[in-house]
């Protein structure tokens, strides 16, 4: 019989579950560095794919970047609670992240975010002319920029913006060949659950 040698103790997961959301937002190959981000649309429940860029463990704030035009703003300004969703599977580990969202596209924090990446072509994401979702006749209209409106708008940030996700409450789940665990950490405690 192989040893368990997994952390038994919630403490210890909730502290390496923060530790390992500050490692995937600065390593592109974490399971977690790409995320779900499930919002409330008009229609029911909306989710989609985000990269997270940044961790605040002592904060339990977590950073997404994206177009203040986008669809999601719409959502999140009517009702900013959302939810995200983290699977790795090289640690086996699910997290939903019960959030609320905050969306800013001015201040300090855009400002300097935006001079780190207005450079890399990862600033084209915020500056297209149209939209996200606008329909265009040809998929190459809409998305780009020419180069007097790309260099005007390195200098104002575009529809860069800041979203930041207040993490309310975990719902982590371990898939493990020795056991499937899960547990909940929020305000009221750590607690252990049925999987
Ligand atoms: C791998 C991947 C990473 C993405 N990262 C982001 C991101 O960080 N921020 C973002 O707003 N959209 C990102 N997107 C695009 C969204 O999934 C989505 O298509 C877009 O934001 C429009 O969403 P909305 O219509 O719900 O606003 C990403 C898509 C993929 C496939």
Same mark, same amino acid.
């Given at each position: 019989?192989?040893?368990?040698?997994?952390?038994?103790?919630?403490?210890?997961?909730?502290?390496?579950?923060?530790?390992? #959301? @500050? $490692?995937?937002?600065?390593?592109?190959?974490?399971?977690?560095?790409?995320?779900?981000? @499930?919002?409330?649309?008009?229609?029911?429940?909306?989710? *989609?794919?985000?990269?997270? !860029? &940044?961790? +605040?463990?002592?904060?339990? &704030?977590?950073?997404?970047?994206?177009?203040? *035009?986008?669809?999601? @703003?719409?959502?999140?300004?009517?009702?900013?609670? @959302?939810?995200?969703?983290?699977?790795?599977?090289?640690? %086996?580990?699910?997290?939903?992240?019960?959030?609320?969202?905050?969306?800013?596209?001015? %201040? #300090? &924090?855009?400002?300097? *975010?935006?001079?780190?990446?207005?450079? +890399?072509?990862?600033?084209?994401?915020? #500056?297209?002319?149209?939209?996200?979702?606008?329909?265009? $006749?040809?998929? +190459?209209?809409?998305?780009?920029?020419?180069?007097?409106?790309? !260099?005007?708008?390195?200098?104002?940030?575009?529809?860069?913006?800041?979203?930041?996700?207040?993490?309310?409450?975990?719902?982590?789940?371990?898939?493990?060949?020795?056991?499937? !665990? +899960?547990?909940?950490?929020?305000?009221?405690? *750590?607690?252990?659950?049925?999987?």
């Amino acid at each position: 019989m192989l040893q368990d040698t997994r952390l038994s103790d919630l403490t210890a997961i909730e502290t390496r579950l923060w530790e390992e #959301l @500050a $490692r995937c937002a600065r390593d592109a190959g974490h399971g977690w560095h790409r995320a779900v981000l @499930a919002t409330a649309g008009e229609d029911g429940a909306d989710a *989609r794919v985000v990269v997270l !860029r &940044e961790a +605040r463990p002592a904060l339990h &704030e977590l950073v997404i970047y994206t177009d203040t *035009r986008s669809p999601k @703003a719409r959502q999140i300004e009517h009702d900013p609670r @959302a939810t995200l969703v983290c699977w790795c599977p090289d640690m %086996g580990w699910q997290l939903r992240l019960r959030c609320h969202l905050e969306l800013a596209d001015d %201040g #300090l &924090e855009v400002t300097s *975010r935006w001079a780190g990446i207005r450079h +890399r072509p990862a600033a084209q994401d915020y #500056l297209s002319p149209l939209a996200p979702g606008s329909v265009v $006749r040809d998929p +190459r209209a809409g998305g780009a920029t020419s180069s007097d409106d790309a !260099r005007s708008a390195c200098v104002q940030r575009g529809h860069f913006g800041v979203l930041t996700a207040r993490v309310q409450s975990i719902d982590w789940l371990e898939v493990h060949a020795q056991g499937h !665990r +899960r547990a909940s950490f929020d305000t009221q405690g *750590r607690r252990w659950l049925v999987p």
